[in-house]
């Protein structure tokens, strides 16, 4: 006998407009990875008090890499589905598609945008130590600034950009009188 778990139905959402929508999850989005983000890494470089592009134990690298993988990842494919579920439940002017595979779409807009922006962050970590002596020291309190921002950037970028791509499948309702 095999049981079946049903996922609880997800939470009603208010009628809002897209715009308002998506706002408010850039905001729930970007304050906690600015804010942990920043932490992670001012913790992690304090412990040696400066901080190189890649070599040692303590290096922006390691943290910057993940963040700039993973991060663009989970919000693709949160923010897809989040936006799915209030077209569904009529939360927001818009409806999807039903021909729209949703699943094969967050799949590689997520696996893409996670490419893509690792790329672009190795490429500027490879620039900056190719172009920096070897001698130069990073301070660690403005790497960590730097890796705040950089998380708190990628946050409203990809809230924004996978919703940019979803609207090729979505269409506003038409009322009937």
């Known amino acids: 006998m095999k049981f079946k778990f049903k996922p609880p139905p997800p939470k009603k959402l208010r009628k809002t407009t897209l715009k308002r929508f998506l706002i408010r999850r850039t905001i729930f ?18 412990e040696l008090g400066y901080t ?27 923010i897809i589905n989040r936006v799915i579920i209030a077209a ?44 920096l002596s070897e001698q130069y020291k ?4 403005a790497m960590a600034v730097v890796v705040g921002v950089l998380a708190g950037v990628l946050s409203v970028v990809f809230v924004y950009l996978p919703v940019w791509r979803l609207r090729r499948w979505m269409f506003r309702k038409v009322m009937l009188v």
Do not use: C, W
């Open 29 to 46: 989005y970007v304050l906690p990875n600015v804010f942990f983000n920043f932490i992670i890494a001012y913790a992690s470089f304090q």
């Open 52 to 78: 190189h592009f890649f070599s040692g134990t303590q290096n922006l690298a390691r943290l910057t890499l993940p963040m700039a993988v993973f991060l663009p990842v989970v919000l693709t494919i949160d």
């Open 88 to 131: 569904e439940q009529e939360a927001i002017e818009f409806t999807v598609d039903e021909q729209l595979n949703k699943k094969k779409l967050m799949t590689k807009l997520s696996i893409l945008h996670g490419v893509v922006t690792g790329s672009l962050v190795l490429f500027v970590l490879l620039l900056a130590q190719y172009n």
């Open 138 to 141: 990073l301070d660690a309190t």
